[in-house]
């Protein structure tokens, strides 16, 4: 019973154009919410996060959005870039835990 | 370089050998995990440590066994896996912040049993 879904396993975007990469979840009592991005042979790197009780950060490029009635996350990059192309994953982190749990990730493909 | 290191960076190995992963971190941080990610499929969590205390074991099969003889290194010992134990495995580590904590992942071992 997955808890964090990315429904999406690929999307593909122009370059100059936003990407958009969504992420469900199920219980309301995360309190954290991070994406990672990973490149082939290499381990997810941390991108950007949000605590619980904002609904918005901003890292230049990077947006992270948080819907907590939707449980839902998103995150926008504009504008997208070819070197943005890999596989993003949504986590969370329960309260009291300190592992994260992630959903199965998203190809991003920016084409030039 | 993210500041953890893993070795090896692929490994095959038949059913009844016995192998070891091992794994690094050069961050000062007290928490240091295993991860598995099988072909489209979630990151799945097997193990945490936490000051060198196991934590959170995820259900693992006993056939993976890890240690943890300080804050700075992680093992993971193999033995008699199976083919669909062929996977990514991930190690990563934390500093205890608060809400805030990030997980700092290494490279990873390639496992293809065969």
């Known amino acids: 019973d997955q808890q964090v879904k990315q429904n999406s396993p690929s999307l593909s975007v122009q370059e100059g154009r936003i990407s958009i990469l969504n992420c469900d979840y199920t219980?309301?009592?995360?309190?954290?919410f991070l994406w990672y991005k990973k490149y082939p042979a290499e381990g997810p790197t941390f991108l950007i996060s949000?605590?619980?009780?904002?609904d918005k950060n901003e890292d230049g490029r990077f947006t992270v959005f948080l819907n907590k009635s939707a449980k839902h996350l998103s995150l926008h990059i504009v504008p997208s870039q070819p070197g943005d192309s890999a596989v993003y994953f949504c986590?969370?982190?329960?309260?009291?835990?300190?592992?994260?749990?992630f959903g199965s990730g998203t190809r991003l493909q920016v084409q030039p | 370089e993210t500041g953890v290191t893993q070795t090896p960076r692929h490994l095959v190995m038949g059913m009844t050998n016995k192998k070891s992963l091992k794994c690094e971190q050069h961050?000062?941080?007290?928490?240091m995990y295993w991860y598995k990610q099988s072909a489209k499929k979630p990151l799945e969590l097997m193990f945490v440590?936490?000051?060198?205390?196991?934590?959170e074991n995820n259900s693992v099969p006993s056939r993976f066994s890890p240690e943890c003889p300080n804050s700075s290194h992680l093992f993971l010992h193999l033995h008699t896996l199976q083919p669909e134990d062929s996977a990514l495995y991930l190690c990563?580590?934390?500093?205890?912040?608060?809400?805030?904590?990030?997980?700092?992942f290494g490279s990873g071992t390639q496992l293809s049993v065969l």
């Open positions: 990563a580590s934390s500093q205890d912040s608060g809400v805030g904590e990030k997980l700092f």
């Open positions: 219980n309301s009592m995360f309190d954290y």
């Open positions: 949000i605590s619980s009780i904002k």
């Open positions: 986590a969370v982190k329960d309260t009291g835990r300190r592992a994260l749990t």
């Open positions: 961050l000062g941080h007290n928490a």
């Open positions: 440590y936490n000051f060198k205390e196991q934590t």
